[in-house]
């Protein structure tokens, strides 16, 4: 019975001195930030988020993100509920385009990101009446990647994952939206994303691509599916972040990555706020410090991403810049097909052919 | 015998709160579920309430049917296999000294605390060609070269069967661990076999523990969503997988309802004729 007075006493006492201690650190602004978890999180973690503590005195909270639609549908039940798991994201465009039909970002006020002016026009995302929802975070390619062991010469062109003698050997991301496939099939064999335009067209994009299914040993959703079989060699070749391949060539893993001649694929972030969140003036700091040109300098030589400003604001070297982005033109993916009428179809078809 | 009526409120008290646990993460999530699964899917966005059942007509599909077929077939492996390893394994442990007993049912708990994407990873790599099992057997001379194992329908079914079996034993254990021992014993007095006793006695006495295991690691299997993935081919994805999509990729978390819904309902049918069935055939057996 004592022990039994004691430990409550022990409880009581430590919800007390939780309470006292919590005031203490109210003072600090906090802001909780999300980033795709894995790499990616860490080098922000690392390189990014204590100087940024540094200089403005507001406390990063890093969240790691699932890839992709995962973290929207999070953040949209829980904006239901006013919650917010995180105030500030970094959305891909897929769910950038999703998330506005529901509302679900708090519009920007441009005048409060002075250092937006830098940004190449293709990065600041607005809603279909003009409101910005977005500022560019950091742009990323998915491009033809290798195990060096297994393929001694680099590959050249996106076809090279349909030829015979890659047997069993590519990992291929699962889902259209985040694959990107159907715009590498049309511009490799079909000359463009014309054929895109109807069902016909994409009917037959997607025959194509069904011929590449013997050669697929692993489709993946999660990058980290695919990362340890990438670089063991156990899958030799497939798509894959550019970025996240650099940093594992890096870490001496015999891994290389290849802008195809037809182009990588390029995709990037927004810098969005969760309408329910309450931090607003918070996250206009944090996204006008990351717009700075030396910060996206920093990002490009220390996480590998394409900066989002333009190029000579930076400072980058040609090396330093060649490391992270390509001068061939870059694929870039037909959003609307999977944030339109036919995603549902696309999809349907699309799991069809994969699951046969 | 009388039943006899709770006494005072605190006796109601302590039916109060399981029901309201129950309720509260039972009950409502469920019906909540129930009910997205009518309302109105915006393409490319998200849902609006309504009440409609274009979700369930969307199910009548070649691929749905295949899927679901596919996914029960694959349950009901896994039971199998689990079960026919499970009931001898568990018998042999409740042969064994108190303390041994013990340590096989610790360890078997210990496996309980690994997750789904553990196991998944860990047998990927066993099953590898370049870290697998077989550079060992090819070290040992056994084989010519190292192979990959994975991803391929057997990998899956290990995989599924490593997660489902510490759930085997731990649901026959104490059944087996009260079966007395002269029923065995009886029969081999009269010259029945080891084997003819085991099938005949030992599992003729506990059917009914034996249909709850099958079904438990059934229903199991059947929620896996990551192995299938990892381990599996495309064409091995279940349906768990296929509604992974739909909620997380896709965000039609209406559609996504309707299928677990209709999933839920072909389990639970497959179930409880899986109960009567067993039942049925009780008098003749006793």
Known sequence: MRKAVATWMLVFGCIIVIGLSAPVSAGQKVLKVGTYGGYFKDSFDKHIFPDFTKETGIKIESIAEPTGEAWLVQLEQAARAGQAPADVSMIAQTPMLRGQRSQLWAPLDLKKIPNSKYLLPQFIHRYKDGRVDGIGAVSWYITLVSNTNVFKQPPKSWADMWTPDKKDKLGLLALPS??????????????????????????????????????????????????????????????????????????????????????????????????????????????????????????????????????????????????????????????????????????????????? | MKAQRPRGIGAYLAFFYPALMLGFFFVIPFATMVAVSFFHRQPGAFYIPAFELDNYRALATPLFSRVLVFSLLLGALCAALCVAAGLPFTYFITRLKRRFQVVWLVFLLAVLSLSEVIIGFSWSLLLSRTAGISNLLVRLGLMDHAVSWSPGLAALVLGLCYLAFPYTVLVLYPPLSRLDPALPEAARTLGASPLRTFFTVVVGTLRDAIVAAFIMVFVFTLGAYLLPQILGRPHHWTLSVLITDQAIYQSNMPQAAAMAIFFMGVSLALVGLTMVLGKRRRPAND
């Open chain 1, 178 to 356: 985040n694959s990107f496939l159907l715009e590498i099939t049309a511009k490799t064999f079909f000359g463009g994303y014309d054929i895109l335009n109807s069902k016909e067209g994409i009917s037959k994009v997607l025959k194509k691509l069904a011929e590449i299914k013997p050669n697929v040993k692993l489709w993946y959703r999660d990058e980290g599916q695919f990362q340890q079989a990438l670089q063991s060699g156990e899958i030799p070749m497939g798509q894959y972040y550019h970025d996240v391949a650099g940093l594992l060539a890096a870490d001496g893993h015999p891994v290389r990555s290849t802008f195809p001649k037809e182009g990588g694929v390029n995709d990037s972030g927004c810098w969005a706020v969760s309408k329910a969140s309450k931090k607003l003036e918070e996250a206009y700091i944090f996204i006008n410090y990351m717009c700075r040109p030396d910060i996206q300098a920093k990002l490009a030589r220390k996480v590998g991403t394409a900066p989002t400003v333009r190029r000579e604001a930076t400072g980058l070297t040609d090396a330093e810049f060649a490391a992270v982005s390509s001068d061939i033109p870059p694929l870039i993916p037909r959003y609307d097909l999977y944030t339109g009428d036919l995603s549902d179809w696309i999809n349907q078809k699309w799991t069809e052919m994969v699951t046969r």
